[in-house]
C-alpha cells in the first residue's frame, strides 16, 4: 500500500490546477475578503482563485487568526520563575485562617450569629450584645 506524498495530495493537485486554469499568467489573486477582493467584479476569475486559495490554505492550515494568536502567546514574555510564588508560599496562603469575631459595628443593623439561628449581635451602649430576633430593633 503506497502513502500519498504531500505533492501528491489529490485535493491540493485540484485547487493547484483549477486555480492556474482561472489566473492564465494574470498574477497572484489578491487576498480573500479584502478590499481589493472586494471591489472585483462577481465574473472575474481572480476572485474564484481568491476562494480556492483560501479554502486550501484553510485545510491545510485552519484559521489563520487562531495560529497567530497562538504564536503570539507562545512568544509573549513571560514572568521570571524567580518572580514567581513558591509552594510553601502557596501552601501557606491555602491554609484556613482563624475566624475573626463577629462584632456589631454602633450605627449599623444587628448581625446574625453563625451557628446560632435566630441569635443577632447588636451594638448597644458601646457593648456587644446578643438578643433573639423578637427583641431586635433595626
Not at 485552519?62 to 524567580?82: K, S
Amino acid at each position: 500500500m503506497s502513502q500519498i506524498s504531500r505533492d501528491a495530495d489529490p485535493v491540493s493537485l485540484w485547487a493547484s490546477a483549477r486555480v492556474s486554469e482561472l489566473l492564465d499568467g494574470q498574477g497572484d489573486p489578491p487576498k480573500y475578503g479584502n478590499r481589493e477582493w472586494q471591489e472585483l467584479p462577481n465574473g472575474d476569475p481572480r476572485k474564484a482563485a481568491a476562494m480556492i486559495t483560501a479554502a486550501e490554505m484553510w485545510r491545510r492550515y485552519g484559521d489563520e487568526q487562531e495560529l497567530m494568536t497562538w504564536f503570539r502567546d507562545a512568544y509573549r514574555n513571560r514572568e521570571p520563575l524567580a518572580g514567581r510564588r513558591t509552594l510553601a508560599e502557596l501552601d501557606a496562603l491555602a491554609r484556613l485562617k482563624p475566624a475573626k469575631p463577629v462584632q456589631a459595628t454602633p450605627g449599623w443593623p444587628p448581625i446574625a450569629l453563625p451557628g446560632r439561628p435566630g441569635w443577632y449581635r447588636c451594638h448597644v451602649d458601646g457593648r456587644q450584645v446578643d438578643v433573639q430576633r423578637t427583641d431586635v430593633a433595626a
